[in-house]
C-alpha cells in the first residue's frame, strides 16, 4: 500500500507568500525558546546532604516568594551533597531581572550571602576565547568644559536674546559699543529658553522633546531628553535634577497606579527618567506648576496633595517615611531656602483659626504655629538667606472686605522663632525683601485708589538680633506697581508698568536717594544681570505683537542708558546666572571692606582697556586718511593735463598742488590789493 500523500505536500517551499503549516492546519504555532532569559543561578549556597535537601528547597522558594517559580533545580555529586548552587527556572524574563536585582546579595546567615546571576552571564562567559586579545587604545577625548565662561578676563556677563526663529548669546561690556556676539543659532527652540540655576546648561524646547545647551564662545547640545510635545521644563536648585511636563501622555510608566502620567524628572548628568508623575490640577481645572519645590540641597521634593503635602526623597524617588506632612486643607506651602524647612499656612475652617506652621524635614517637628483671625489671604516670602520669613496677610471685617494687610515678619535664626507685625491700612501692590540683606520694601496704596493711581513705596529694616523692625522711608506718589531689587542688594528699580507707561526710578536704600529716572515705553520685564552692575527693560512680542518697541534697553544700576536695541518679533533677553561664591563668607566680607583697592585696579584695568580703544580708533583714522589723500593724490595726477589746458601753463614739478594753488592764489590777492590800492588813492586825491 502506497504512503498517503501530506498534506502541504503540494505547496512550494521557497515561496515566500505561501501560508505556514500552521495556518494551514488551523493551529496555534509553536514558538522555540531563544536563550535562557527565564533562568537565574544562585550561588553560595550551603552544600548540604540528602537529608536536609528538602529543607534548603523550602527556604529558597520562601526567598523567592514574590516571583512565579516554574522549577528549581539543586545539582549534587554521586554522595548526594549539594555543590553549592542552584538553577531557578521563572515565568518571564521581567520575573528574572527583578529577582536578578532584589534578591542579589541577600544575606542568608552570617556565613552565607546569596549570589544571583543571569544564566545568560554564564553562558556569555563560557563563549570567551582563551587567547588573549589585547584591549584596542582609543585616544582620550576630554569633554567639553561647560564652565570656561567663569575665567572672562574682563569679568563680563553673557545674556541670550530670542528674536524671530534666532537665539543669540552675547558677552556684555559697557565700555563697548554693542555686545560681542558668541553664537547666533536658528531653532534653537520652538518656544523659549531657560536658564538652569548657575547657568551651566540653557533649555531648549523641540517637539521631540528638551534639548541642552552648553559652552561659552561655542555652543554644543550636551544632552537630548525624549519627552514628545514638552511645553514646560524646571531645573531643581542645584541642577541636578530637571522636571518637564507635556500634555501628551508618556510611552512608559514606572509607577504603581494605573493614571498616565505627564511630568517626567530626568537626571540632568545621565539623562535618564527617574520618575515619572500623573499630572496635577487645582480647583479650576489649572495644571500646578511647578509640579514640584524642591529643597535647598535638592535632597528632597515635595508637592500639594488633598490630604497634606507628599514629600520624596531625591536619593530613592520614594516617599519618605511617614509619606510627608498629614495636614489637610494647606493652601500653600514653600521650602526655607537655607534649611529643610517648609512654611505653610491652613485657611480657616469655621470655628477654626488659620494657621502659618512651619515644620522640619524630614522628622516632621513643627518648629513654629501661628494662629491668625479673619484672613482672606497669605502669600509667603522668604528672605534669600532664609533669615526671615513674612506671611503677608489680608485680613478682612464682619461684612469679608479687606480691611487691612498684616505682615508677619519671623526671625528664623532666634531662639523661639519671635514675630513682628506690620500693620497697613492700605492695599499693598509689590512685596520684596532684600537679597541677603535685612530690608524690604513695599508698595500699597489706599484700598479707595482707581487704577493708575500713584502709590506710595515704603522700605522698612529688620535691624539686628533682638531689635525690633523700623521704618526707613516712605516715597510719596511714585508711579509704580513693581519692584526689582539688584542681586547684591542696595540698589531697587521702582517700575510702572501697565498704567504707568514704562517709568523706571533707580533707587538707592543706602543713600535713600534717587540716582536717576527714565522710561521704556510699553517695557513689561526686568531682569538685573548676576553681579548688579546691569539691568534690561524688554518690549517683547509676546505682550504687544502689534508694536514697533520690539527689543530692549540695558541701562547701569545708576540709570544711564548704555545700549538700546530694536528688534521685529523679538520674544526674550535673559542674564546667564552665575553659580553661589566658592569663598567662605569671612573672606567675602573682607573683599567688601577693601573694595576701595580693588576699584582701583578695576579703574586701571578699564583705563588700559579704554586707552586701546582710543588707540585702535587713531590707527583706523590714520589709515583712513591715508587711503583719502592717496586717492585724492592719484585723481589730481589724472587731471593734471586738464587743469594746465584751463590754466594756460604748466604746473610747478617741484610743488604739491596744493603749493601751486596756494602761490597761484596769493598771486592773484596782491593784484587786487594793487587795483583796490590805485583806486582808493585816486579817490582821495580826487577829494
Not at 334 to 354: K, L, Q, R, Y
Request: glycine fraction near 6%; hydrophobic fraction near 35%; charge should be negative.
Amino acid at each position: 500500500m502506497s504512503e498517503a500523500p501530506s498534506r502541504i505536500s503540494h505547496l512550494r517551499i521557497d515561496d515566500d507568500d505561501a501560508p505556514s503549516e500552521y495556518e494551514m492546519l488551523g493551529e496555534p504555532e509553536v514558538m522555540m525558546e531563544k536563550g535562557y532569559h527565564k533562568i537565574i543561578v544562585v550561588d553560595n549556597l550551603p552544600p548540604v546532604a540528602k537529608d536536609r535537601y528538602d529543607r534548603l528547597l523550602t527556604v529558597l522558594k520562601k526567598i523567592f516568594a514574590a516571583f512565579p517559580i516554574v522549577d528549581i533545580t539543586m545539582p549534587s555529586g554521586e554522595d548526594g551533597k549539594t555543590f553549592g548552587f542552584a538553577f531557578i527556572e521563572l515565568a518571564n524574563e521581567s520575573s528574572a531581572e527583578a529577582a536578578v536585582k532584589q534578591v542579589n546579595d541577600y544575606k542568608l546567615d552570617k556565613n552565607y550571602t546569596l549570589r544571583v546571576n543571569s544564566f545568560e552571564e554564564f553562558a556569555k562567559m563560557d563563549k570567551l576565547s582563551d587567547e588573549f586579545v589585547p584591549v584596542e587604545t582609543v585616544n582620550y577625548q576630554p569633554p567639553m568644559d561647560l564652565y570656561t565662561w567663569l575665567l572672562d578676563p574682563n569679568f563680563r556677563d553673557q545674556f541670550f536674546c530670542r528674536f524671530d526663529d534666532q537665539s543669540e548669546i552675547s558677552w556684555f561690556n559697557r565700555n563697548e559699543k554693542k555686545p560681542e556676539r558668541c553664537i547666533r543659532k536658528p531653532n534653537m527652540t520652538t518656544t523659549f529658553l531657560v536658564w538652569s540655576p548657575y547657568g551651566t546648561y540653557l533649555g531648549g524646547f523641540l517637539k521631540q522633546g528638551v534639548v541642552l545647551w552648553g559652552g561659552a564662545d561655542t555652543w554644543h547640545y550636551i544632552k537630548k531628553l525624549s519627552h514628545p510635545g514638552v511645553k514646560i521644563m524646571d531645573f531643581s536648585p542645584r541642577e541636578g535634577f530637571l522636571v518637564t511636563f507635556s500634555p501628551e501622555p508618556l510611552p512608559i510608566d514606572s509607577s504603581d497606579d494605573k493614571d498616565r502620567h505627564f511630568v517626567a524628572i530626568w537626571d540632568v548628568a545621565t539623562g535618564e527618567i527617574r520618575r515619572t508623575f500623573s499630572i496635577l490640577k487645582d480647583d479650576n481645572g489649572n495644571v500646578i506648576w511647578p509640579a514640584f519645590q524642591w529643597s535647598h540641597d535638592e535632597k528632597y521634593f515635595a508637592r500639594l496633595t488633598a490630604d497634606g503635602i507628599l514629600i520624596y526623597e531625591s536619593s530613592t524617588f520614594k516617599a519618605i517615611k511617614g509619606g510627608g506632612i498629614k495636614v489637610a486643607n494647606i493652601r500653600e506651602f514653600s521650602w526655607s531656602p537655607a534649611d529643610n524647612i517648609i512654611a505653610c499656612w491652613i485657611p480657616e475652617n469655621g470655628n477654626i483659626p488659620a494657621k502659618i506652621q512651619m515644620i522640619e524635614v524630614p522628622s516632621g517637628k513643627t518648629v513654629r504655629a501661628h494662629n491668625l483671625f479673619q484672613v482672606s489671604e497669605c502669600k509667603l516670602h522668604w528672605q534669600s538667606k532664609g533669615e526671615f520669613l513674612c506671611a503677608k496677610v489680608d485680613r478682612h471685617g464682619k461684612n469679608k472686605k479687606q480691611t487691612c494687610t498684616n505682615f508677619e515678619l519671623y526671625r528664623m535664626k532666634e531662639k523661639g522663632i519671635p514675630v513682628d507685625v506690620l500693620t497697613l491700612d492700605d492695599k499693598v501692590l509689590a512685596f520684596a525683601w532684600e537679597p541677603s540683606g535685612t530690608r524690604f520694601a513695599i508698595i500699597h496704596v489706599p484700598f479707595t485708589a482707581n487704577s493708575g493711581t500713584k502709590t506710595s513705596v515704603s522700605f522698612y529694616n529688620m535691624g539686628k538680633a533682638n531689635e525690633k523692625f523700623s521704618r526707613l522711608a516712605t516715597l510719596e506718589k511714585r508711579p509704580a506697581n513693581l519692584l526689582f531689587w539688584s542681586p547684591t542688594g542696595r540698589f531697587i528699580v521702582l517700575a510702572g508698568f501697565g498704567a504707568f507707561g514704562g517709568s523706571l526710578e533707580f533707587y538707592d536704600s543706602h543713600e535713600n536717594d534717587t540716582l536717576q529716572t527714565g522710561t521704556h515705553t510699553m517695557a513689561s520685564q526686568l531682569e538685573w544681570d548676576p553681579s548688579g552692575r546691569y539691568i534690561s527693560s524688554i518690549v517683547s512680542y509676546w505682550r504687544h505683537q502689534s508694536s514697533l518697541e520690539n527689543g530692549f534697553t540695558i541701562w547701569d544700576f545708576q540709570g544711564r542708558e548704555l545700549l538700546h536695541v530694536s528688534r521685529e518679533k523679538f520674544y526674550q533677553l535673559v542674564w546667564r546666572p552665575r553659580p553661589p561664591a566658592i569663598l567662605p563668607e569671612t573672606k567675602i566680607t573682607e573683599i567688601r571692606a577693601n573694595l576701595t583697592a580693588y576699584s582701583k585696579k578695576a579703574k586701571a584695568a578699564d583705563a588700559k582697556r579704554l586707552g586701546e580703544l582710543f588707540e585702535q580708533r587713531n590707527k583706523v583714522k590714520e589709515e583712513q586718511r591715508k587711503a583719502f589723500l592717496e586717492a585724492r593724490e592719484k585723481m589730481r595726477s589724472e587731471l593734471k593735463a586738464d587743469r594746465e589746458k584751463i590754466k594756460g601753463r604748466k604746473e610747478n614739478a617741484g610743488l604739491r598742488w596744493y603749493d601751486d594753488y596756494d602761490n597761484e592764489l596769493v598771486e592773484r590777492v596782491e593784484e587786487v590789493e594793487e587795483i583796490v590800492g590805485d583806486a582808493v588813492v585816486e579817490e582821495v586825491a580826487r577829494n
